[in-house]
Structure formats: C-alpha cells, structure tokens
C-alpha cells in the first residue's frame, strides 16, 4: 500500500508539458499533461492533471490548488486532486 499526503499549492504557473500519443500496447490516445508552479516563491513543484479535468492551464497564472503526493518507484509524483482558485 503506498502512502499519499495531500497538499496545497499556490504560485505562479512556470511552464506546462503536454505529451500525447498513441500506446502501442493498447492503440488508445493518451494525453500527459505537467504543469510546474513556484511553491510560495521559492520551491518548483510538479503535478500531472488527470484526463478530463476541465481547468486548462495557463503559464503565468496564479493557481491555488491541492495536489495529491505519492511515491512511485522510489521517486514523489503529484496528481492534481482540486483546482481551489486561479487568477
């Protein structure tokens, strides 16, 4: 059973990445999106958005969000849980 923690991220958006494609495995397209915000103006923090979140990201834009931590293999991932507010 892995551990999460939630937590609440406010900041500037810095830069989003989008990978998509096609999995060879199943022939579904697919859709990553990264957004990585300056946490309280000194710490980056990066978190993927889930399929189907509604909220499109914008770099520069102030987010208030809370994002869910996990480890996997070894390393901490964050998934967006809730956008609480942007600007």
């Keep these: 059973m892995a551990a999460t923690a939630l937590a609440r ?24 999106e990264t ?5 309280e103006g000194k710490d980056v923090t990066e978190f993927t958005v889930p399929d189907g979140e509604p909220h499109r ?3 520069g834009e102030d987010v208030d969000v809370l994002v869910e931590f996990s480890t996997y293999n070894g390393q901490l ?3 967006l849980s ?5 600007v």
């Design 57 to 59: 990201f914008i770099e």
């Design 82 to 86: 809730k956008v609480l507010a942007t």
């Design 9 to 32: 991220v406010t900041g500037p958006v810095l830069n989003i990445d989008v990978r998509s494609g096609i999995s060879p495995r199943t022939q579904q397209s697919y859709r990553i």
């Design 35 to 39: 957004v990585r915000v300056l946490a």
């Design 77 to 79: 991932r964050g998934r």
